[in-house]
C-alpha cells in the first residue's frame, strides 16, 4: 500500500501536513474524514521498488513467528511489525511493514502477502485466505509451517544423500586432470623428447594436449549448450518431454516420481484439512509437483472429480501412484477422513522415497568407486609404464 503525503483541513480550521498510508488518493480522503479533517492535497510518497525474496527457512521462521502470535492473542500488524523488526535484511523488512501498512488500510493477509509471489506462493496465499475466512489462522498457518518443515527435510534427506558421490567425484576428476596435465607431460619432458614413449602414454599426451589447446572453444560450446537448453526448457513441449523422461532415468526415475507424489498427497491433505474445496485444492497442487508431465496428470485428475468421479479412482487412472498410497486414500474418501488419509499416504511414500535413494545410492556407489577406479588406475600404471620404459631405455644405451 502505497504512501501519501498530504494537506489537510483540520476540525478546527488550521492546516496540518503529514504521511499517510492509503490504498489510493479516495482512500485517503476517506480516513482523513473519519479523522474529521478535509484533504486538500495529496502526492504520492516515491519509494524505492521492494525487492524481497524469502528462503525456505526464512518463511519457516515467519510462519512460525505468525502461529505462535496470533494463536497467543497478539495482533496480526503487531506480530508482522515484531518480526519486521529482525528481519535479516532491509528488503524483508520494507516488505513486511508495506503489508502491515496493508493491513493498517482495511486489506486482508492473503490479499496484502499476495502482492509478492515471489516471496509467498499460490498455495501459501490460499491457505492464509482459507484461514482467514474460517477464523482457524493460528491453525493453518501450524499446518503450513509443518508442509515447510517437511519439504526442508526432504530437501535435506537429498543434500545428504548426494554429497558422498559428488565429493568423490569431484576429487577423482581432479587426480584425473593432475596427472594428465601435470606429471605425464614433465615425467616426458624430463627425459627429452627422443625417449620412447608407450602407445598408451601417447594416447594420453594427446588427450591432454587437446583440452589444453581447444579448452576456450570447450568452454564456449558449453555455456552456448547450457544457453540453448536454458531457452528450449522454456517451451512447454520441451520441457513437457524433458519432465517425462525424468521419470524414466534408470534408478533415479522412481525417486523423483515419489518425491513429487508425496508433495502432491501432502499438499493436497493440508488444503482439505483447511477447508478448501477439492477442485481448488487440485488446482493449487499443479503447481506444487514441480513436473509438467505430472502437473498434466493431476489437471485430469481435477476434470474426473469435478465430472463426478471418486478421487481414489481418478488418481488410480493416472498410472503413477503407488498402489499402497491409492489404497489408503481410497479407504479415506469412503469413510470421510480424506485429509488424514493423504498424511498417512505421505508418510508412506516418504519412507519409500528413503528407501529409494537408498537404493540408487547402493548401486550407484559402488559403480562410480570402480568406473573411477579403473579410470585413475589406467592414469597411474601408464604413467609407471611409461616411466619403466623411458629409464629401461636409458639403461639399455649405457
Known sequence: MPDFHYR??????????????????????????????ILIEAKPVRQRPIKARMGRRERMTFTGHMETAIGAGIPVV?????FAAHA??????????????????????????????????????SMVATGEETGRLDTVLGRLNAYLEWQDALARDLRQATVYPAVIITLVLALIVFLLTFVLPRLVGIFGSGAPIPAAARVLLGVSAFFGDFWPV???????????????????????????????????????????????????????????????????????????????KV?????????????????????????????????????????????????????????SIRLALSILEPAIIIVLGI????????????LYTIISSIGGTR
Open 218 to 296: 570447450m568452454l564456449g560450446a558449453l555455456v552456448a549448450g547450457a544457453v540453448a537448453f536454458t531457452y528450449a526448457r522454456r517451451r512447454e513441449a520441451f520441457a513437457l518431454w524433458l519432465d517425462r523422461v525424468m521419470l524414466e532415468v534408470p534408478l533415479f526415475g522412481t525417486t523423483v516420481r515419489l518425491i513429487r507424489v508425496s508433495q502432491l498427497m501432502y499438499c493436497l491433505g493440508l488444503l482439505l484439512d483447511a477447508g478448501v474445496d477439492i477442485a481448488r485444492s487440485l488446482t493449487l497442487s499443479e503447481g506444487v509437483v514441480e513436473n509438467r508431465h505430472l502437473a498434466k
Open 78 to 82: 503487531e506480530a508482522i511489525r515484531g
Open 375 to 386: 579410470v585413475v588406475g589406467g592414469i597411474a600404471l601408464t604413467v609407471f609404464y611409461t
Open 88 to 125: 535479516p535484511d532491509e528488503g524483508l523488512t520494507r516488505m513486511l511493514e508495506d503489508v502491515a501498512h496493508g493491513l493498517e488500510g482495511g486489506e486482508g493477509l492473503a490479499h496484502a502477502l499476495g502482492r509478492y509471489p515471489k516471496a509467498f506462493s499460490p498455495l501459501y496465499i
Open 299 to 355: 489437471a485430469q485428475v481435477g476434470e474426473r472429480v469435478v465430472g463426478g468421479g471418486r478421487l481414489g479412482e481418478a488418481l488410480e487412472a493416472t498410472g503413477v501412484f503407488p498402489p499402497l498410497s491409492l489404497q489408503m486414500v481410497a479407504v479415506g474418501e469412503e469413510g470421510g477422513r480424506l485429509p488424514e488419509a493423504l498424511f498417512r499416504a505421505t508418510e508412506f511414500l516418504r519412507r519409500e522415497v528413503q528407501a
Open 8 to 37: 489537510m483541513a483540520a476540525a478546527d480550521g488550521r492546516l496540518q501536513t503529514g504521511t499517510m498510508a492509503a490504498p489510493d488518493e479516495a482512500g485517503l480522503a476517506e480516513r482523513i474524514r473519519h479523522l474529521g479533517g
